[in-house]
């Protein structure tokens, strides 16, 4: 597993989203580094240098394998953090996920309760997929399987940020789509097909004890601001924060607004 580890002090696991890999993070990682934590970021199964398993998963959703690609769940990524945080000789981390990322930290959360010690929500959301999402998702894999990763990237670009990211920040847009098209294709569909499976992360949320700041772009059409509502009213412990001018990737939009939500947040329950 390919991971970065910078700083010194309590930690911060980044898990990050799809189709993108550790270095979504890097503004992130460098904050977190230079006010007194260590952040620790892996490419989860099957992105980034972390080559999927060639062995097919362990999986509640048999429907969505398939047969040329092994399937990456959210629990398989879950469990390979946490198989990371022993390596480091971490217990407890702070951790930071955004929207699939997300889905692993709930899975993390549920499995490793006491070693989170804090949770960062961002573009994520708690329900499982319909059938129409799982369909557009099956439609995503053939399409990534057959021509590659660019004809993924044309299509979400426009979701994924915000327009005035768009019109404005270039140096971003050129960075989302350079982690898009540079993802492996046969990762990023088992990954896809853990998501079309993955479980209804509702019924976890009155669980969370642990402190959680929830993130979301105001702008989102993928994880709109209802969904970062719903989580908010049922973690007990939750901090909601709505970024301005930002869509899904709130942290790579708008870092500045972004690291100081999560500095504050780590100061806060450190
Ligand atoms: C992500 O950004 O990780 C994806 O939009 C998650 C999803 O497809 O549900």
């Known amino acids: ?14 898990l990050h989203g799809y189709p993108f890999d550790k270095w979504m993070w890097s503004p992130q990682i460098k904050a977190v580094a230079e006010n007194g934590f260590r952040a620790v970021a892996p490419d989860l199964r099957g992105f980034g240098e972390t080559v999927a398993p060639t062995s097919v998963g362990d999986s509640s959703a048999p429907s969505h394998r398939l047969k040329s ?11 390979d953090a946490a198989a990371l945080l022993d390596h480091l000789n971490i217990d407890q981390a702070v951790v930071c996920g955004l929207s ?10 549920h499995l490793f309760p006491t070693r989170v010690r804090g949770l960062v929500l961002a573009g994520t959301r708690a329900p499982a997929d319909n059938e129409q999402e799982k369909a557009g998702r099956e439609q995503q894999v053939q399409t990534m399987l057959r021509a590659g990763m660019v004809p993924i990237s044309i299509a979400t670009v426009p979701k994924l940020l915000a327009p005035r990211t768009l019109a404005d920040k270039p140096d971003v847009v050129k960075c989302v789509r350079k982690l898009i098209t540079g993802s492996n294709p046969k990762g990023a569909a088992a990954a896809q097909c853990g998501m079309a499976g993955r479980r209804d992360y509702t019924e976890d949320l009155p669980q969370i004890k642990a402190p959680a700041l929830i993130v979301v772009g105001r702008e ?10 719903f ?7 939750s901090q ?8 899904h990737m709130t942290n790579l939009e708008e870092p ?3 690291n100081r939500l999560l500095v504050d947040f780590l100061r806060l329950i450190h």
């Open 240 to 247: 909601l924060e709505v970024i301005d001018d930002a869509a």
């Open 256 to 258: 500045e607004v972004f």
């Open 100 to 109: 699939m990322g997300g889905y692993v930290a709930f899975e993390f959360a």
């Open 1 to 14: 597993m390919a991971y970065v580890d910078a700083g010194e002090g309590p930690a911060v696991l980044f």
């Open 220 to 229: 989102d059409p993928i994880r709109p601001v209802a969904d970062a509502e």
């Open 69 to 79: 690609v092994p399937l990456s769940t959210m629990d398989d990524m879950a469990s």
């Open 231 to 237: 989580m908010h009213e049922r973690i007990s412990n």
